[in-house]
């Protein structure tokens, strides 16, 4: 393999070095390697050739072989097209193009055969197929198997000729000059174990199948390697973490927490927050650091979890932080924590953005001495000048707005790293918690506070706007409140901001009795803080705001969500502005407004979102639709989601079948020193050479 990985690719067969420039810049294809492993993105079969008899109404993409009688150029300007009259001896088709007119009549010539791919269609009397593929026939190509394969090019590429079928050649002729088996990247136990095909005989089918069977094969033995060693590296780099870093041990439930439970605490625990409590409480105390993420539904109470973690810290003698995405659920955070442990002698204080210099000064002298126990705060937390004595808990809320980077400056704040709780109310789905955060332990909270309705979604057309007024109006009376919400991209951020004016002024016209107030992003902090606290102390009944209020905020006493174009909203957010209400004991409705004139994938959210307050289910779903590399949080998790071959959303159950393979392996060989495992070491290195160690960072 070593050859393949470092000749150029210009001395292939069929490339040359204008090629090898075009394969670089477009497809960061450099060696014959690289090219071994750009796989075709779908397979046609083409091993029945249909005559041109047989063709009829409705038929998918056919091949036909036979040869050009005759060309006509027809019309003029735009409607200009060339028509070959083609036939196979059984009839005659017409075979058209609308571009490329002048080089298609000069390549394919008259009286030669080719094989036709395409799509036929009627027209008129007779049939027709636009712009299809022609190929001389070569019996080389054509015999080995009946599928073939289909490789994305580009633009660039393909005005170079450099199209699919040329790609196909260039790699068919290298696969014809390689040596018997190329170098195995995976031992023969893990081979055995897997029970997958050799890897020759998986790239040899993935290119050229020589059967559909052979193809599944050739796809699962390289789907599996490409998510075994990412599982390999995650969990190799994590247990020398936790062999390396002990974690501080809260060895004892102390003095604050029993108060807190017996005094402060206002409701009942749910059985999940205590389930959740109990894990944590063997994690702290096991003398591992502990790395958990902690999934629950909006409304699901993880704040008051958080809040108990934080105790058991100070229990033991250590300081602890809450650190959230924005101010406005910093300072919420803030007050209602400060109210619960009111009494306890406990010094919790706020830092954020916007805390004035003497404040500020007062909390850092505090950290560093210790007399301060709490911090909540925003990214101002993980400033430099921010120092602790001795910080032994951090809590971060809704995680998936922070960046791996500014996760781990916190976890830097002390000599050795504190235990890390991450709560989340965007549930990752299994697959992609595996794959982006390795080995982080996962609790859920999966169970409501009692006492709460199902929030009730409904869909609605915005040409029936006014009808829904009256509905709202009545919740209004009700005594409860309503929040407006309008999409904000920065795109269209002109638009968008006229957008939420008009829809404040017709909310303020329809509602005349009622207090309005707006909130969005490009206010300064202060004021937005100032209207955000006047629909908290329900002196306004309607907020009308873009996605700032999108995480955390609690007015229990609100229950109608109107989201305006839904449809520029991703699933995960909907569900997100949906929590907003909900939270009180009162029957709560989200109503979603979108355009009459709806793509499929929108229709399928919205009917995603009607149908269940599932935050798993529609995570799911998410990934889904959209596929992993477009879900929130995975962006900035640092993971490059450059996957070969598998699919986090198809192939959990290789995913699942490679990650326990693989902390088998590193139980018994952390290292990977063995014998047997030297492939896996060796190839890791390659592998993960150049790419950061983000498994290192929780
Ligand atoms: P989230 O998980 O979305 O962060 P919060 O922690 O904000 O949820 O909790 C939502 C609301 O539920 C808060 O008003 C909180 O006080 C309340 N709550 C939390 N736990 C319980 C419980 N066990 N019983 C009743 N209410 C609870
Ligand atoms: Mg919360």
Redesign the pocket.
């Known amino acids: 393999m070593l050859d393949l990985a470092h000749r150029d690719i210009k001395y292939l067969q069929g490339v040359g070095p204008k090629r090898a420039d075009l394969f670089a810049k477009e497809l960061n294809i450099r060696t014959p390697e690289d090219l071994l492993y750009y796989f075709p993105y779908k397979y046609i079969d083409r091993s029945r050739t249909y005559t041109i008899r047989e063709i009829s109404g409705s038929m998918p993409y056919i091949q036909l072989k036979g040869e050009i009688l005759s060309y006509e150029t027809i019309g003029e300007g735009p409607g200009r097209r060339l028509i070959a009259r083609f036939s196979d001896g059984t009839g005659v088709i017409e075979l058209v193009w609308f571009k490329g007119i002048k080089f298609i009549a000069e390549k394919y010539k008259v009286g030669e055969t080719y094989t036709v791919f395409g799509k036929p269609a009627v027209f008129g009397s007779k049939y027709n197929i636009a712009h299809p593929e022609l190929d001389p026939v070569d019996e080389e190509l054509d015999k080995p198997t009946g599928l073939q394969g289909y490789y994305n090019t580009t633009e660039k590429m393909k005005s170079s000729f450099m199209n699919s079928k040329a790609l196909q050649k260039i790699i068919f002729s290298l696969i014809q000059s390689l040596p018997g088996a190329l170098t195995e990247t995976l031992p023969a136990h893990v081979i055995a174990k897997a029970k997958c095909i050799y890897l020759t005989d998986a790239l040899k089918n993935i290119h050229f199948p020589q059967t559909p069977e052979l193809l599944r094969k050739a796809e699962y033995r390289l789907k599996f390697e490409e998510l075994f060693y990412l599982q390999l590296n995650i969990l190799r780099y994590s247990r020398l973490r936790q062999q390396k870093m002990g974690g501080f041990v809260f060895s004892s439930i102390g003095q604050y927490f029993n108060s807190f439970y017996e005094k402060n605490l206002?409701?009942?625990?749910?059985g999940a927050?205590k389930r959740v409590l109990r894990e944590i409480r063997i994690d702290v105390g096991s003398g591992k650091q502990m790395n958990r993420l902690l999934q629950?539904?909006?409304?699901?109470?993880?704040?008051?979890?958080?809040l108990m973690t934080m105790l058991m810290a100070v229990d033991n003698g250590f300081q602890a932080c809450l650190m959230a995405p924005t101010e406005i659920l910093a300072t919420q955070h803030y007050e209602?924590i400060r109210k619960l442990l009111e009494g306890l002698g406990l010094e919790i204080v706020l830092l954020t953005g916007s805390t004035r210099k003497k404040q500020r000064e007062y909390i850092h002298k505090g950290l560093l001495d210790g007399s301060i126990h709490f911090v909540v705060g925003t990214h101002a937390l993980i400033e430099d000048t921010v120092k602790f004595n001795n910080l032994g808990m951090v809590i971060i809320?809704e995680q998936h707005r922070f960046g791996v980077e500014q996760r781990s400056k916190l976890w830097r704040k002390n000599v050795h790293p504190p235990h890390v709780l991450v709560?989340t109310?965007t549930p990752i789905p299994r697959t992609l918690a595996m794959t982006v955060y390795g080995d982080l332990d996962v609790s859920v909270?999966d169970e409501l506070?009692?006492?709460r309705k199902p929030i009730q979604t409904i869909h609605q057309f915005d040409n029936r706007r006014a009808s829904l007024y009256g509905a709202v109006r009545k919740q209004l009376e009700l005594g409860r409140q309503v929040y407006v919400v309008y999409p904000l991209i920065e795109e269209n951020e002109k638009l968008d901001y006229k957008n939420l004016e008009t829809g404040f002024e017709t909310i303020k016209e329809v509602f005349p009795e009622y207090t309005v107030c707006m909130v969005h992003g490009k206010m300064k902090p202060a004021d937005k803080d100032a209207e955000m606290q006047r629909f908290v102390n329900h002196e306004a009944h309607i907020m009308v705001a873009t996605t700032v209020i999108e995480v955390?905020v609690?007015v229990?006493n609100a229950s109608v969500m109107i989201i305006e174009s839904a449809e520029r909203f991703g699933l995960s957010q909907l569900h997100q502005l949906r929590?907003r209400v909900g939270?009180g004991a009162d029957q709560s409705y989200c109503i979603l407004i979108t355009s009459f004139k709806l793509s499929e994938d929108t229709r399928k959210r919205m009917e995603i979102m009607v149908r269940t307050n599932d935050g798993f289910e529609i995570s799911e779903a998410d990934l889904q639709l959209r596929g992993p590399g477009d879900l929130e949080g995975t962006q900035q998790s640092g993971v490059a989601f450059d996957l070969k071959i598998a699919n986090l959303a198809k192939d959990g159950q290789i995913l699942q079948f490679a990650r326990d393979l693989a902390t088998e392996i590193i139980d018994q060989d952390p290292l990977l020193a063995s014998p047997e495992n030297f492939i896996l070491k060796k190839q890791l290195e390659r592998m993960f050479a150049r790419k950061v160690d983000w498994s290192l960072i929780s």
Do not use: H, W, Y
């Open positions: 206002p409701f009942e625990l749910t927050q629950g539904d909006v409304g699901s109470g993880k704040t008051l979890v958080g209602g809320d709560m109310a909270i506070p009692p006492g955390g609690n229990p929590g939270r």
